[in-house]
């Protein structure tokens, strides 16, 4: 069957998990922050709706939010929406960083499957934070957080991510071993550090986060999907003619996927 031959020029999306964890930090500041190349998906409304229920204000105008969380005044995370969407887990570290409690049920909305957050739930027991499980709700407090050295157990993503959130307003030095290296968390530790936190080493398999007094606003343009570039190359290479890929380069990396 005959196609058309492709041409002409296309610029790709914001990542959206890069875009999620970030959202999430919007918590840690207590004003404002303004995000940029914001893909126009429901995992992306579904936690702007969290924040919402939880007391920030958002604008929203196609790929640029506004987040005002100086006003957030819950930490608790609604079931209902918690069971939509498995990267609600990342609010959870974004709230004990800033409240030092978070009140929440496990994560849904995975079409792989169940995922267990046994590494999340460890990782904040060493930040000295106290776990308790009652009624299908998982309960998280502390009176003091405290830095310390967290080995994981396999180089989880969203767990790297929860860890970061946590601990990035701790007094002192905490360090992530065997942590996941994907580009999204390097996004997420240069949106963090654009808001003044004080982190080195994401992309590698030790991240270093020193603790820091207080975050600022921020803005901050997300880095463009990978998935969706490699989807655009393979385009390309089925292709016979010259094509063009216009996109604005990440800030996190210095990759153009042309």
Do not use: W
């Not at 978070?102 to 934070?129: M, N, Q, S, W």
Request: glycine share 8%; charged share 25%; aromatic share 4%.
């Amino acid at each position: 069957m005959d196609g058309n031959r492709l041409s002409g020029e296309v610029e790709i999306s914001g990542s959206k998990n890069a875009a999620l964890p970030i959202i999430a930090a919007s918590i840690l500041n207590g004003g404002i922050t303004e995000l940029h190349n914001i893909p126009n998906i429901s995992d992306i409304k579904i936690m702007l709706e969290i924040l919402e229920k939880l007391g920030c204000k958002i604008e929203h105008n196609s790929d640029k939010i506004i987040i005002n969380s100086k006003e957030l005044n819950s930490f608790e995370i609604p079931t209902d929406l918690m069971h939509k969407m498995r990267s609600s887990v990342s609010l959870v570290g974004a709230l004990i960083g800033r409240f030092k409690k978070c009140i929440f049920t496990y994560p849904g909305g995975c079409d792989i499957g169940k995922r267990p957050i046994d590494l999340h739930l460890k990782a904040f027991e060493k930040l000295g934070v106290q776990v308790s499980m009652k009624d299908e709700k998982i309960k998280c407090t502390a009176d003091k957080m405290q830095p310390s050295e967290i080995i994981l157990d396999f180089p989880s993503v969203g767990a790297t991510e929860n860890i970061m959130l946590a601990s990035v307003l701790i007094e002192g030095v905490t360090r992530i071993k065997n942590s996941a290296m994907e580009p999204e968390i390097e996004d997420l530790q240069n949106m963090l550090n654009q808001m003044g936190a004080n982190i080195k080493g994401a992309g590698s398999s030790i991240i270093e986060i020193t603790g820091v007094k207080r975050l600022k606003n921020v803005i901050y343009k997300v880095m463009p999907d990978r998935i969706e570039a490699g989807t655009m190359l393979c385009a390309v290479a089925a292709n016979k003619r010259r094509n063009y890929f216009k996109e604005c380069r990440a800030k996190t990396h210095e990759r153009n996927y042309k």
